[in-house]
């Protein structure tokens, strides 16, 4: 799964990657991940529980609105 992560510092976002297993959701539901920024080079950190749950809203957002959209087009 991506997740996406805005640099503090410019304000622009990139995406890491997550992993989706049961087993490692379990070991990293609590820990934090570190990822290099691309825009400024710093390490960001951010709680794995709060990117695996932002992306789980954000993907359910983005179908939704497709669905509505493409609701309203078929009507």
Known sequence: ????????????????????????????????????CPHCGDTHLEGFKQLFLRSVIDSDVDRCSLAHGAFRRYR
């Open 1 to 36: 799964m991506l997740a996406v992560i805005r640099c503090p510092e410019t304000g622009q976002s990139f995406e890491v990657e997550l992993p989706t297993s049961a087993a490692v959701l379990e070991k990293q539901w609590r820990r934090t991940v570190a990822a290099q």
